[in-house]
């Protein structure tokens, strides 16, 4: 999520989930072939499996900058129809172009020319007045027809003129049925459903429809609601570790970000913030971080003398 997502925080949500596909915010291929790649681009081989995530429509750019994201080692690229800022219109990507599912196409059959790993997009229900299920079937039957097996579908239409990009995620009506009528009548194609799901219950119910589910606030919101998705999803019964464990297996990741790197502290436990939401101290724990974070100075002391100020619980240290 741009603005708010980035290395760190896919870091961080690897020490909660192991198996759950993470992604990066969309980066547009010219910031990609024109620009700082290492800074971009750069992520722990923990965080596999990772998927790079696009923003443009240009052919030849589009499959650079997939290519790009190959040699960095990313698990998988995928092409953002469904960012809505003006920004994004003016560069004609993001979900403008569900009006023209052929430049879609276009892009996906270039970036599957350039790459052996999987193309995938993400788009929207529709936008403006053509918002038919009819007219994204067409949508995904014309970008299916390039090579594209997987879609994520973010379950509302977008308003391009009118809506704040922030009104945009929220006001258009959740139309979740479609996204699982797609997957009854495409059951050869993967489909993901997306928007306004806030628990794994919510999640469970999904997958009776389609065959997966991405969650984005949520995500954000309440990092360790992702503690139980290994088991519960995956198959996996590995000990998952405590909010307190979290914190402390990043203790060595924090020193090297910050004393090695110059990083300020601040940039990573921004996304820390909510992880003890709901749980005694988490005011205690966020005020710490907030007031001490961006200090200079600040660093993995920092982070310790914040998780002192939350009880950790006698079941939880035992484990
Ligand atoms: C701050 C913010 C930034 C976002 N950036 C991206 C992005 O870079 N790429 C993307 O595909 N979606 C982005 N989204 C949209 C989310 O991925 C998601 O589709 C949308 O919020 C609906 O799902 P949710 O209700 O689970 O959040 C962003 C959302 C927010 C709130």
Redesign the pocket.
Known sequence: ?????DRHYRFFMRQITKHTLL????LTTGAIIHGDRQRLLGFHEDEHPIAL?L?GSDPDETAEAAAIGEDFGYDEI?L?V??PSNRVQKGRFGVCLMNEPQTVARAVEAMRDAVDIEVTV?HRIGVDDRDSYEEMLRFVDTVAAAGCRRF?V?A?KAWLQGLS??EN?NVPPLRHDEVHRLKRERPELTIET?????SLDECTAHLDAVDAV???????REPYLFADVDRRFYGDDSPVPTRHEVIRRLFDYVAYWTEERDLSLNHITRHYLQLFRGQPGARSWRRHISENAWRDGAGVHTLREALELVPEPQEESAA
């Open positions: 999520m741009m603005k708010r997502t992604y990066t915010e969309m995530q923003g995928n953002n469904g960012c993400k994520t973010h509302r990009p922030a995620r997306n928007g306004g799901i806030a991405m969650l984005g606030r949520t995500a954000y």
